[in-house]
């Protein structure tokens, strides 16, 4: 980054600033590039890239994982005048970003093979089958295998912004704002994506709905129109209430834009840089192939352009809408503010709320749930397919299910809506803060915060390996009751405190010699941390159509706890058949425990020169021995498993048989030169 200010005069200064940032992230899996497939007796039919995804419940999957690598290369260039003008602080800025993204990975690169539901009873499958048995005997349910060329993403961003912060009078102060953000929505830059156009007729075959290619036949290079009316305005003031500098109130409120720049904005990729091929069964209960005889039919490596409008035909498709609106956030805040001598105490309500952020999709050809409720078992049965020979695959067969028959398109497994912008959350908290600032040797600080999350379907960008972070956002019936979605958010934290002390002993102060640096430099510290539990989510219904079970009516909130029964698991029943379960998203009223960790230390410097310290260091982590059950598993168990009579069947459910760590203690010895 470099960077150039220049001073005008004392009350005009420009500042310049143009930088760039540019990374390489390498994926690497156990068993890349060794031909495991090979070794374990696959045929060559299975390429060799690297260890077959296999997932055999309940045990945990092998094989596949990301493979590959991604790149990113961004420019920012950004210019700010500030002008003071007698009581007004003028600010004006313009930024432009040039983003780059690259990304060529695989998860399936040798192919992914499920083995499920073959061993269940097809008429009551709750609490029947064995998917181990299933392994045993070879029979794959399901399967694909993905193929990659790579793609390349650009986007350009330009925003401007004028701030006046105002001085009414020396006990008052507004501060005035205005951003204008436009952000290109992102391109693949060499045209390699695709959607699907509904109200297309397939031209060969007369079918409703194409697959459409970016910048091909009048189709746009995004398939998300452009949104020139991001305004942000910005206010905030400052009210000094007693004229004396020591009680103020503060308050503001303004609109944000999140940055669209990441993959939930990015294309369908298929046909292009990633081409899957799947292979499955039209027939309920019958298996797709053998594992050992590997894939029944060649795989399709990345066609492009050529593969034509009807490419997608007999498999899934993803409809990315036209919706250009960027998701925003409205933020406001009150806040008292007390100093009294060396104290300080703040007390603040804060406010969040954000709407048409990127959530998870569903599927256009979805049936209704009323009418597969009324045909139940029926829906499996066999009747003629009026676009037999059309379709390449299990839909262009014979037969296909009645449910197939009565899809909006049943020549398409599914038509999912891709990343809608259907994200809604609203968040209120009151927040706390005392601070005694460091004097005598003594640092205080305690931090409370209290309030409530509520969403829906709001996806959180950042999605790695975050295991205590229960992030629930598929739509259990998306085209008929996206409501249903809405409950506490998974990830709230109700309450949280933290206590921070820091104490410098005041042994051998005015001592010299040997005796003052054995004496001096002796620190005690402690950070204590007490918060409640996350909102449990319940799910394992077993009905042909639910994830989610039925409520009783009755609570599943416990009085009194425990390891063995953290909540009333008689509380949920299967659904009937065909139905939706009835419980929320996260349940209201139950959370997994709470945390209560105190740390405790103990330094001794002692510098044996100016520049030369030895450190001791004795340290204690949850020194008083608390019992936190749960830590960072999943606790407790909210895996629901339906019997025969509808109820729980699962010895585990509602128990929790792991804990945070118990006391560790450890001691060092440090050199700092």
């Given at each position: 980054m470099i960077s150039d200010t220049h001073t005008f005069s004392p009350t005009l200064i420009n500042n310049l600033r143009v930088g760039f940032s540019r990374q390489l992230f390498t994926f690497i899996t156990v068993g890349a590039e060794q031909g495991i497939a090979q070794q374990i007796g696959l045929p060559s039919s299975v390429p060799p890239d690297q260890v077959p995804d296999l997932n055999v419940r309940p045990y945990p999957r092998i094989g596949g994982g990301a493979l590959g690598k991604r790149s990113s290369l961004n420019w920012d260039i950004q210019n700010l005048v500030t002008k003071i003008s007698g009581n007004h602080t003028l600010k004006f800025g313009v930024n432009a970003r040039d983003l780059y993204g690259g990304n060529r990975q695989g998860g399936a690169l040798s192919g992914f093979f499920q083995f499920q539901r073959l061993t269940e009873d097809p008429q009551s499958p709750a609490g029947t089958g064995a998917d181990f048995a299933q392994f045993l005997t070879g029979d794959v349910s399901t399967a694909g295998i993905d193929r990659i060329l790579g793609n390349s993403w650009h986007g350009f961003n330009w925003s401007a912004f004028v701030q006046d912060d105002w001085k009414v009078s020396s006990r008052f102060t507004l501060n005035l704002g205005l951003r204008w953000d436009f952000q290109q929505k992102p391109v693949e830059r060499y045209d390699g994506q695709i959607n699907f156009d509904p109200n297309c007729t397939e031209p060969s075959t007369g079918l409703q709905g194409c697959t459409v290619f970016a910048g091909v036949d009048g189709q746009p290079r995004s398939f998300i129109d452009e949104d020139h009316n991001d305004f942000g305005p910005r206010f905030g003031f400052a009210?000094?209430?007693?004229?004396?500098?020591?009680?103020?109130?503060?308050?503001?409120?303004?609109?944000?834009?999140?940055?669209?720049?990441?993959?939930?904005?990015?294309?369908?990729?298929?046909?292009?840089?990633?081409?899957?091929?799947?292979?499955?069964?039209?027939?309920?209960?019958?298996?797709?192939?053998?594992?050992?005889?590997?894939?029944?039919?060649?795989?399709?490596?990345?066609?492009?352009?050529?593969?034509?409008?009807?490419?997608?035909?007999?498999?899934?498709?993803?409809?990315?809408?036209?919706?250009?609106?960027?998701?925003?956030?409205?933020?406001?805040?009150?806040?008292?503010?007390?100093?009294?001598?060396?104290?300080?105490?703040?007390?603040?309500?804060?406010?969040?709320?954000?709407?048409?952020?990127?959530?998870?999709?569903?599927?256009?050809?979805?049936?209704?749930?009323?009418?597969?409720?009324?045909?139940?078992?029926?829906?499996?049965?066999?009747?003629?397919?009026p676009n037999a020979g059309l379709v390449p695959g299990g839909l262009g067969g014979a037969t296909i299910t009645r449910e197939?028959?009565?899809?909006?398109?049943?020549?398409?497994?599914?038509?999912?809506?891709?990343?809608?912008?259907?994200?809604?959350?609203?968040?209120?908290?009151?927040?706390?803060?005392?601070?005694?600032?460091?004097?005598?040797?003594?640092?205080?600080?305690?931090?409370?915060?209290?309030?409530?999350?509520?969403?829906?379907?709001?996806?959180?960008?950042?999605?790695?390996?975050?295991?205590?972070?229960?992030?629930?956002?598929?739509?259990?019936?998306?085209?008929?009751?996206?409501?249903?979605?809405?409950?506490?958010?998974?990830?709230?934290?109700?309450?949280?405190?933290?206590?921070?002390?820091?104490?410098?002993?005041?042994?051998?102060?005015?001592?010299?010699?040997?005796?003052?640096?054995?004496?001096?430099?002796?620190?005690?510290?402690?950070?204590?941390?007490?918060?409640?539990?996350l909102p449990l989510v319940i799910s394992g219904a077993s009905n042909f159509q639910a994830n989610r079970p039925n409520s009783t009516g009755q609570s599943a909130k416990l009085s009194n706890p425990t390891a063995e029964r953290w909540f009333d698991t008689g509380a949920f029943v299967n659904p009937p058949d065909f139905t939706f379960g009835t419980i929320g998203r996260a349940l209201p009223d139950v959370r997994a425990p709470g945390t209560v960790n105190f740390d405790l230390s103990l330094f001794k410097d002692t510098f044996v020169t100016e520049s030369v310290n030895v450190q001791f260091r004795a340290e204690a982590f949850n020194f008083l021995n608390h019992v936190n059950l749960g830590g960072r598993s999943n606790a407790p168990n909210t895996a629901f498993r339906a019997g025969a009579d509808g109820f729980n069947s699962s010895a585990t459910f509602g128990t929790i048989t792991t804990a945070r760590d118990a006391r560790v203690i450890q001691f060092a010895l440090k050199v700092i030169f």
């Open positions: 009210y000094d209430l007693t004229g004396k500098g020591t009680t103020v109130l503060r308050g503001g409120y303004g609109i944000y834009y999140a940055s669209i720049f990441f993959r939930r904005w990015t294309g369908d990729i298929n046909l292009f840089s990633r081409s899957r091929t799947s292979y499955t069964t039209s027939t309920p209960g019958e298996a797709a192939f053998r594992f050992s005889d590997g894939f029944p039919f060649p795989f399709t490596e990345s066609p492009g352009a050529s593969a034509g409008p009807g490419a997608r035909l007999g498999q899934s498709v993803n409809l990315r809408e036209t919706d250009p609106t960027t998701p925003l956030t409205q933020q406001w805040n009150m806040s008292i503010q007390h100093e009294v001598g060396d104290w300080f105490f703040d007390a603040t309500y804060a406010g969040n709320k954000g709407n048409h952020f990127s959530s998870n999709g569903y599927d256009l050809n979805q049936v209704d749930p009323a009418l597969r409720a009324q045909l139940g078992q029926s829906l499996n049965d066999r009747v003629p397919n197939q028959s009565l899809r909006a398109f049943p020549h398409f497994s599914a038509v999912n809506v891709f990343n809608p912008r259907l994200g809604n959350y609203i968040s209120h908290q009151l927040q706390f803060n005392i601070k005694r600032r460091l004097k005598d040797g003594l640092l205080v600080h305690f931090a409370f915060t209290g309030g409530k999350k509520m969403s829906d379907s709001t996806q959180v960008p950042v999605d790695f390996g975050a295991v205590e972070q229960t992030n629930v956002n598929s739509f259990q019936n998306g085209l008929f009751d996206r409501q249903a979605q809405k409950s506490i958010d998974p990830t709230d934290v109700s309450q949280r405190g933290v206590l921070s002390l820091l104490y410098e002993l005041p042994f051998g102060r005015g001592k010299t010699g040997a005796t003052g640096k054995l004496l001096r430099g002796w620190q005690i510290n402690s950070i204590g941390v007490m918060q409640t539990g």
